[in-house]
């Protein structure tokens, strides 16, 4: 039963794809694209030292990444729990598609302006690129509607929950029982668990796969996973108070859904936000 209603969760989820153009006054002032670069760690540098590491970092946030107005928000987050354990991610969000090279080019006079020396200026970047391996990927998602927005500080053991699920568009399919399904979905679980702190779903926008559909769940820690899954079950069970009606509800959802999905868990650093 447990196991029905964790994949009643994710198919409904989906459910977002579809509203995204129906959007409230609120929803309509968000920012549009989240820009996700994968990149990896260089395995031979020799004696990492993280708090070195963030401090690089966090020099480039504060003279650089938090001065440029093109860029909303930004931050970077580390494995936990994925296929890849040198990866990590580098996240940053912008109200339009034209910001995103207007941010590009403020980085480079912010970053002429901070370190006028070119000689010092090459020091750092060298300093900083020596912790990364030369590949990097990058994925331009689109933002979506019925967020949870986050409140508060990050802490240290603050983790995001990343699920990815692939659409599959069935011709029987249509807007208005998206619509209704996921209004109430979204009103009766997501919002209501106190265990997710924020969440954030994306749709492709430029990337290698059209069909990718990422949710970010925002928790306080790696122990309230399993405790966000118990309490969605909880809220569903609550809501769709028989076996029978969200067996219902998952027939109806399941043909916008491959089946096929990937999870990962990464720690938030602090430290590194904008």
Known sequence: MKTNNRI????????????????????QERPTYVVVTTMHWNLDYE??????????????????????DHIVSAGIYTHLLSDDNSELLYVQVYNTWNDIDLAAKKNQELAE???????????FFNKQNAYYAPMHSD????TMDHAKLFQGDFNDDMVVYVRKNHFDFPEDGSIEEFNSMNTEFIKNVIHKNEYIKGYYPHSHAYGANSTDFIEGFYLNSMSDLEKMFERNQELIEAHWSSEAKQKEFAKVASKYFTGKHSDAVYAVIPELRK
């Open 113 to 123: 302006s901070a370190w006028p020396d070119e000689s010092k200026r090459e020091a």
């Open 139 to 142: 994925e331009i998602y689109a």
């Open 8 to 27: 009643l969760i994710v198919m409904v989820c989906l459910l977002l794809l579809f509203t995204a153009p129906v959007l409230s006054q609120d929803e």
């Open 47 to 68: 004696d990492f030292d993280k708090a070195k590491w963030i401090a690089t970092e966090k020099e480039f946030f504060d003279k650089v990444i938090k001065k440029n």
